[in-house]
């Protein structure tokens, strides 16, 4: 009965023995990874991580030499090439059995242990290997679920071979050593895309920098263009009116033609900066497409009868809808202009509007197609599907002199595209083309970004044709108005000035600064300002006015070379009353002048025959608004003091006695002391009405020393006596 309790006994020893060594071999592998794991944390490189791994590795195994191989994933070209080892092992020097084993643990993706190189038959070795190499042992290396190499040891020290626990701390290390690989690959690949972040938002920062320095410098050519063809278009209006011959006339009518296609060429290579820099926008508006057709179309007929060319166009009478007018015209201008262009005499060119219906799987839609045909030369069927490309030029050679700048049928399918249609050619070399442009049609529902705009041509022929403003209509006396004009092109504001002297008091400004000064100063009824000038621009010029109590009542027109919609939205949301593109019509412009100081007119009449005691009742800037409540409340807080003066309501409006006269009769009609004497009277009316005393006793209430007085001024003001009032 002894001897097995004594093997029991034995047995559980051995066990115990052996689950202790587990345990100290686990501690130590533990302790191992913790060391690798904290000297790796502190490298910056792949490199220096793996040598921290081989140099751990050395140490916990105790090998003579070590490597650790990573191989490329190049799976055809072997997973034997190396590129990347342990730079002080001896056996580098020349090929080496090393290799061969390294290529049988990566080929096979498990541990390999030779404990004596001399004895092993799958490996050929040299007599100096078989004399410096005893046993050897090699594990994988995974990283990230990949082979990506191999971990090499070579010579137990102070041992005939590895062991089976060397393999296993091995292979533990190797783990640790993917996983690190595949961290600092992680870490890496984090900082590169970084890098590439940083690059791409620098490289996305410096190309919208330089759109935006095109979009400016072809704002500005535009401006300095606009200018020039103002000054031509404006005196050769008043020429062509006063052409004696047909023969002159003819002369004028080609030269204002040129002009205005000068205009449009200007207006499409504005419009193609705006579209490569992405700032080409839709701003839909109501109007009438069969009055944009044949505004565009009737400009034509005169090129068209020069070439001999006939020119007719079918449309419905009217076709409203909401679309961005503007770029219709220039569809509708390019595609009939090259039609012309390319149609030679005894040809025909035909453009056709038409509203349809068409049926798809989300029901019907509203349709609009633009139809412009010639028989023309038509374009090489190589060439069709290039025609819409920008700066693409046909090769045709029937073209000649007549080939233009490559960016109008360009611009035509921006144009259809921003608006959701879709533009077609179909053409037959020496038959003609057809261009088919269709349109989504909503005749209602579009919400409008920009204020109802008449659909106008480019062309002054189609819009006010040679009109000119004509003589003054009223002297240059102190009782005419008096303009502010400021341009800082000396010929285009002495143009303006000669056109508009007569008419007007003139007063002239180089610049936004000087334009200030002046308009504080002489307080003109009317202001006219270029848009673009060196210092302050004719924007912030209107900003300033319109928010200074002093000349905030003081109506601005822009002018401005630069035809965009955001530019004349800008001007707008400044506070400008009117707005004007270069060139402009001189009617059109004396039109919107007198408009202008007429509603003030207007506005001045009301004041003066119904003084009120709410200025919110009218249709007047909140700068304004603001002024007349403070000027009412400063004399309402005097209101019994007879000796209240004009020069005391300055002082409480913070403004000098001129600018107050100025101010007050501008938006009242009337002059100060007749200002405050009707304030006056309108209290008295409303106390007389309430019966809060006697006539006498509520004229010295409101300020008048004498009641017989006070009943003067009543009547005058109100056309009864304060007595009627009373007994009503």
Same mark, same amino acid.
């Given at each position: 009965?002894?001897?097995?309790?004594?093997?029991?006994?034995?047995?559980?020893?051995?066990?115990?023995?052996?689950?202790?060594?587990?345990?100290?071999?686990?501690?130590?592998?533990?302790?191992?990874?913790?060391?690798?794991?904290?000297?790796?944390?502190?490298?910056?490189?792949?490199?220096?991580?793996?040598?921290?791994?081989?140099?751990?590795?050395?140490?916990?195994?105790?090998?003579? @030499?070590?490597?650790?191989?990573?191989?490329?994933? %190049?799976?055809?070209?072997?997973?034997?090439? =190396?590129?990347?080892? #342990?730079?002080?092992?001896?056996?580098?020097?020349?090929?080496? +059995?090393?290799?061969?084993?390294?290529?049988?643990?990566?080929?096979?993706?498990?541990?390999?242990?030779?404990? #004596?190189?001399?004895?092993?038959?799958?490996?050929?070795? !040299?007599?100096?290997?078989?004399?410096?190499?005893?046993?050897?042992?090699?594990?994988?290396?995974?990283?990230?679920?990949?082979?990506? &190499?191999?971990?090499?040891?070579?010579?137990?020290?102070?041992?005939?071979?590895?062991?089976?626990?060397?393999?296993?701390?091995?292979?533990?290390?190797?783990?640790?050593?993917?996983?690190?690989?595949?961290?600092?690959?992680?870490?890496?690949?984090?900082?590169? $895309?970084?890098?590439?972040?940083?690059?791409?938002?620098?490289?996305?920062?410096?190309? @919208?920098?330089?759109?935006?320095?095109?979009?400016?410098?072809?704002?500005?050519? !535009?401006?300095? +263009?606009?200018?020039?063809?103002?000054?031509?278009?404006?005196?050769?209006?008043?020429?062509?009116?006063?052409?004696?011959?047909?023969?002159?006339?003819?002369?004028?009518?080609?030269?204002?033609?040129?002009?205005?296609?000068?205009?449009?060429?200007?207006?499409?290579?504005?419009?193609?900066?705006?579209?490569?820099?992405?700032?080409?926008?839709?701003?839909?508006?109501?109007?009438?497409?069969?009055?944009?057709? !044949?505004?565009?179309?009737?400009?034509?007929?005169?090129?068209?009868?020069?070439?001999?060319?006939?020119?007719?166009?079918?449309?419905?009478?009217?076709?409203?809808?909401?679309?961005?007018? *503007?770029?219709?015209?220039?569809?509708?201008?390019?595609?009939?202009?090259?039609?012309?262009?390319?149609?030679?005499?005894?040809?025909?060119?035909?453009?056709?509007?038409?509203?349809?219906?068409?049926?798809? &799987?989300?029901?019907?839609?509203?349709?609009?197609?633009?139809?412009?045909?010639?028989?023309?030369?038509?374009?090489?069927?190589?060439?069709?599907?290039?025609?819409?490309?920008?700066?693409?030029?046909?090769?045709?050679?029937?073209?000649? #002199?007549?080939?233009?700048?490559?960016?109008?049928?360009?611009?035509?399918?921006?144009?259809? %595209?921003?608006?959701?249609?879709?533009?077609?050619?179909?053409?037959?070399?020496?038959?003609?083309?057809?261009?088919?442009?269709?349109?989504?049609? #909503?005749?209602?529902?579009?919400?409008?970004?920009?204020?109802?705009?008449?659909?106008?041509?480019?062309?002054?022929?189609?819009?006010?044709?040679?009109?000119?403003?004509?003589?003054?209509?009223?002297? %240059?006396?102190?009782?005419?108005?008096?303009?502010?004009?400021?341009?800082?092109?000396? *010929?285009?504001?002495?143009?303006?000035?000669?056109?508009?002297?007569?008419?007007?008091?003139?007063?002239? /400004?180089? *610049?936004?600064?000087?334009?200030?000064?002046?308009?504080?100063? /002489?307080?003109?009824?009317?202001?006219?300002?270029?848009?673009?000038?060196?210092?302050?621009?004719?924007?912030?010029?209107?900003? @300033?006015?319109?928010?200074?109590?002093?000349?905030?009542?003081?109506?601005?027109?822009?002018?401005?070379?630069?035809?965009?919609?955001?530019?004349?939205?800008?001007?707008?949301?400044?506070?400008?009353?009117?707005? =004007?593109?270069?060139?402009?019509?001189?009617?059109?412009?004396?039109?919107?002048?007198?408009?202008?100081?007429?509603?003030?007119?207007?506005?001045?009449?009301?004041?003066?025959? $119904?003084?009120?005691?709410?200025?919110?009742?009218? *249709?007047?800037?909140?700068?304004?608004?603001?002024?007349? $409540?403070?000027?009412?409340?400063?004399?309402?807080?005097? =209101?019994?003091?007879?000796?209240?003066?004009?020069?005391?309501?300055?002082?409480?409006?913070?403004?000098?006695?001129?600018?107050?006269?100025?101010?007050?009769?501008?938006?009242?009609?009337?002059?100060?002391?007749?200002?405050?004497?009707?304030?006056?009277?309108?209290?008295?009316?409303?106390?007389?009405?309430?019966?809060?005393?006697?006539?006498?006793?509520?004229?010295?209430?409101? &300020?008048?020393?004498?009641?017989?007085?006070?009943?003067?001024?009543?009547?005058?003001?109100?056309?009864? =006596?304060?007595?009627?009032?009373?007994?009503?």
């Amino acid at each position: 009965m002894v001897e097995p309790t004594q093997t029991f006994s034995a047995e559980r020893l051995r066990r115990l023995e052996s689950e202790v060594a587990r345990l100290t071999n686990a501690v130590k592998e533990l302790a191992v990874l913790n060391d690798i794991a904290v000297a790796a944390g502190g490298k910056l490189s792949v490199d220096d991580t793996l040598n921290e791994v081989v140099e751990k590795a050395l140490k916990a195994i105790g090998a003579e @030499q070590g490597s650790l191989l990573i191989a490329t994933d %190049e799976r055809e070209r072997g997973m034997k090439t =190396l590129v990347r080892h #342990d730079a002080r092992s001896s056996l580098r020097r020349s090929y080496h +059995v090393g290799v061969d084993i390294t290529g049988y643990v990566l080929h096979r993706s498990e541990p390999l242990l030779i404990p #004596d190189l001399a004895e092993d038959t799958r490996f050929e070795a !040299s007599e100096e290997e078989r004399s410096m190499i005893r046993s050897v042992l090699c594990v994988p290396v995974v990283s990230r679920g990949r082979l990506v &190499g191999a971990m090499m040891m070579i010579n137990k020290t102070g041992a005939a071979c590895f062991t089976e626990d060397d393999q296993r701390m091995l292979t533990v290390v190797s783990s640790l050593a993917g996983q690190l690989l595949a961290n600092r690959q992680l870490q890496d690949e984090a900082s590169r $895309r970084e890098r590439e972040l940083v690059i791409a938002r620098l490289n996305a920062e410096k190309t @919208q920098e330089i759109a935006e320095a095109k979009s400016r410098f072809f704002s500005n050519v !535009s401006h300095e +263009v606009r200018t020039p063809l103002a000054l031509i278009l404006g005196p050769l209006e008043e020429l062509a009116r006063k052409a004696s011959s047909q023969e002159d006339r003819e002369r004028f009518a080609m030269v204002r033609r040129n002009t205005s296609r000068l205009l449009h060429l200007i207006n499409q290579l504005l419009d193609f900066s705006r579209s490569e820099s992405g700032s080409l926008t839709l701003r839909p508006s109501q109007g009438d497409a069969a009055l944009c057709l !044949s505004a565009v179309a009737s400009s034509y007929l005169q090129a068209a009868e020069q070439k001999g060319v006939r020119l007719t166009w079918l449309a419905p009478s009217e076709l409203p809808g909401w679309f961005d007018q *503007d770029k219709i015209e220039k569809i509708i201008h390019n595609l009939v202009s090259n039609a012309v262009k390319f149609t030679s005499a005894g040809g025909e060119v035909r453009i056709h509007l038409n509203r349809f219906e068409e049926r798809g &799987g989300d029901g019907v839609r509203n349709r609009v197609r633009i139809i412009v045909e010639d028989t023309g030369i038509g374009i090489p069927k190589e060439e069709l599907e290039s025609v819409f490309l920008r700066f693409y030029q046909a090769k045709n050679a029937g073209w000649g #002199d007549e080939k233009g700048t490559g960016i109008g049928l360009a611009m035509v399918k921006e144009y259809t %595209e921003l608006h959701g249609g879709q533009v077609t050619v179909n053409s037959e070399l020496g038959k003609g083309s057809t261009f088919v442009v269709t349109l989504p049609w #909503d005749s209602e529902g579009v919400t409008e970004e920009a204020g109802p705009e008449d659909c106008k041509s480019e062309d002054p022929d189609a819009d006010a044709g040679l009109s000119s403003a004509g003589g003054a209509s009223v002297l %240059e006396d102190d009782r005419s108005p008096l303009l502010l004009v400021v341009e800082d092109h000396d *010929d285009m504001r002495d143009y303006i000035k000669a056109h508009l002297k007569g008419a007007y008091r003139l007063i002239e /400004a180089r *610049d936004g600064g000087q334009a200030v000064e002046l308009a504080t100063v /002489a307080g003109p009824d009317l202001v006219i300002s270029d848009v673009l000038m060196p210092g302050l621009s004719g924007v912030e010029l209107c900003r @300033q006015l319109k928010s200074d109590i002093r000349t905030s009542h003081i109506p601005v027109i822009l002018l401005t070379g630069v035809a965009d919609a955001e530019g004349k939205l800008r001007g707008l949301e400044c506070g400008a009353d009117d707005y =004007l593109t270069k060139p402009f019509s001189w009617s059109e412009l004396e039109t919107r002048i007198k408009n202008l100081l007429e509603t003030r007119r207007r506005l001045r009449e009301r004041f003066s025959k $119904r003084v009120i005691l709410d200025p919110g009742e009218f *249709d007047i800037p909140s700068v304004d608004e603001a002024f007349l $409540r403070r000027a009412h409340e400063t004399v309402e807080a005097n =209101l019994g003091d007879e000796s209240f003066t004009v020069e005391e309501l300055a002082r409480g409006v913070s403004l000098s006695y001129s600018q107050l006269h100025r101010k007050i009769r501008a938006l009242t009609g009337m002059p100060p002391t007749r200002y405050i004497r009707s304030i006056r009277l309108l209290r008295a009316r409303e106390l007389l009405t309430r019966n809060s005393g006697t006539v006498s006793e509520i004229a010295y209430a409101v &300020g008048f020393g004498s009641p017989k007085f006070f009943t003067e001024c009543f009547r005058e003001q109100f056309g009864m =006596l304060p007595s009627e009032v009373k007994k009503a």
